[in-house]
C-alpha cells in the first residue's frame, strides 16, 4: 500500500502534461485524433496493469493460504465443503439452494 501512494501521485502529476504535451505537439486539425489515441492509450495501458498486478496478487495469495492450510487437520476441507450451502445462497432459491434441499429430504 505504502508503494501505491507515490506511484499514485506521480500518475497524478504526470497525467496532465503529458497529455498537454501530446495534444498540443499537432496541428489543430490533429488534436481531436491525438487525444482519442492518448485516452486510448491510457485506458488499455491502465486495463492491461491491472490485469497483470491482480494475476500477480492472486498467485501470491494462493501459494500463502496453501501453506497456511498445509497445518489444518485433515477433515477440514471435507467440513468447509459440507459448509458451502449454508454461505451459497441456500435461502435464496437458486440451483445450489434446491440441490441443497433435496439432499435434505
Do not use: W
Not at 496478487?57 to 485433515?74: C, H, M, V
Not at 477433515?75 to 458451502?84: N, R, T
Amino acid at each position: 500500500m505504502a508503494g501505491l501512494v507515490p506511484f499514485a501521485a506521480g500518475m497524478a502529476l504526470a497525467g496532465t502534461p503529458a497529455t498537454t504535451a501530446i495534444v498540443s505537439s499537432l496541428p489543430e486539425s490533429k488534436q481531436g485524433v491525438a487525444s482519442a489515441v492518448n485516452d486510448t492509450s491510457r485506458e488499455l495501458g491502465s486495463a492491461l496493469g491491472i490485469a497483470l498486478l491482480g494475476s500477480v496478487l492472486n498467485e501470491s495469495y494462493r501459494n500463502g493460504i496453501r501453506e497456511a492450510l498445509a497445518d489444518l487437520p485433515f477433515d477440514v476441507p471435507k467440513q468447509a465443503a459440507e459448509a458451502e450451502p449454508a454461505t451459497t445462497g441456500a435461502r435464496s432459491g437458486g440451483r445450489r439452494a434446491r440441490a441443497s434441499r433435496h439432499r435434505a429430504g
